[in-house]
């Protein structure tokens, strides 16, 4: 098993930045890509970002590009998702999960682990 605890989300006025961490424990070394999902009040749970074991990959929401960057450390079993030019609408529960497949993964399904999500509110 693999335990992952984000953290970092708050409250913050539109333009500001937040850097997400998701810590990871476990059997961390059947684990490669990592991604960050979201899930606004009454929609369904993104894609936000993805990213390779490696961290040399990487894919993103089109409405994130530009504006957020995953990195991860593997040697501290952390992963982050620096979000900058913060919109109200990225105002959303933000989630850090794991696959066990090696490249970037886009698909929510693909995912075997998740965070419990942390809050990021955008204030206008």
């Known amino acids: 098993q693999v335990q992952l605890v984000a953290s970092g989300g708050g409250l913050v006025q539109a333009g500001g930045s937040l850097r997400l961490s998701c810590a990871a424990s476990?059997?961390?070394?059947?684990?490669?890509?990592m991604g960050w999902f979201r899930q606004a009040p009454g929609k369904e749970r993104e894609f936000v970002a993805g990213?390779?074991?490696?961290?040399?990959?990487?894919a993103y929401a089109d409405s994130v590009k530009g504006r957020f960057t995953s990195s991860r450390d593997n040697a501290k079993n952390l992963a982050y998702l620096q979000m900058n030019s913060l919109k109200p609408e990225d105002t959303a529960i933000y989630y850090c999960?794991?696959?066990?497949?090696?490249?970037?993964?886009?698909?929510?399904?693909?995912?075997?682990?998740w965070g419990q999500g942390t809050q990021v509110t955008v204030s206008s």
């Open positions: 476990g059997r961390t070394s059947s684990v490669y890509a």
């Open positions: 990213m390779s074991w490696s961290g040399g990959r990487t």
């Open positions: 999960a794991a696959s066990r497949s090696t490249n970037v993964v886009t698909a929510r399904n693909r995912y075997d682990y």
